[in-house]
C-alpha cells in the first residue's frame, strides 16, 4: 500500500509564495497520475493540480492557472505544488492524492484517486 507524506505547508502573507512536496513511499513508476486537492472549511473538496508523472503533461484548475505548478521529481518518488500570488481564497487543507491506474475522464475528480495523504494547512492571510 503506497502512502503519500504532504509538508511545507504553513502561514504567508497575501502575495507570497509556498512548496508543497508529496512524498510516496514507492516508487513513482506505479503511480502514473498524481494530484493535489485541497478543501477549505464549509466546501467541498476541489482539484487543483494533477500530472503524469512520467511525461509530466499537467492539468490545473482555473482558480490555479498562471499562479501554481505542478512538478515532480521522479527519482526522489516526490510531486510539487509551487504557490505563488497566494491569495487569502487560496486558504485550505491541501491533498495530495495518487492513482495506480491509467486515468480515463477527468484528471481533477477526486473520485480518480484511491490513495491520499494526511493533508497539510496552508493559510493565506490579507
Known amino acids: 500500500q503506497v502512502q503519500l507524506v504532504e509538508s511545507g505547508g504553513g502561514s504567508v502573507q497575501a502575495g507570497g509564495s509556498l512548496t508543497l512536496s508529496c512524498a510516496a513511499n514507492g516508487s513513482t513508476d506505479n503511480l502514473p497520475f498524481m494530484a493535489w486537492f485541497r478543501q477549505a472549511p464549509g466546501k467541498e473538496r476541489e482539484g487543483v493540480a494533477a500530472?503524469?508523472?512520467?511525461?509530466?503533461?499537467?492539468s490545473y484548475a482555473d482558480s490555479v492557472k498562471g499562479r501554481f505548478t505542478i512538478s515532480r521529481d521522479n527519482a526522489k518518488s516526490t510531486v510539487y505544488l509551487q504557490m505563488n500570488s497566494l491569495k487569502p481564497e487560496d486558504t485550505a487543507m491541501y491533498f495530495c492524492a495518487a492513482k495506480s491506474k491509467q486515468m480515463i475522464g477527468a484528471w481533477l475528480s477526486e473520485y480518480q484517486y484511491p490513495t491520499w495523504g494526511q493533508g497539510i494547512q496552508v493559510t493565506v492571510s490579507s
Open positions: 500530472i503524469r508523472t512520467i511525461g509530466g503533461a499537467t
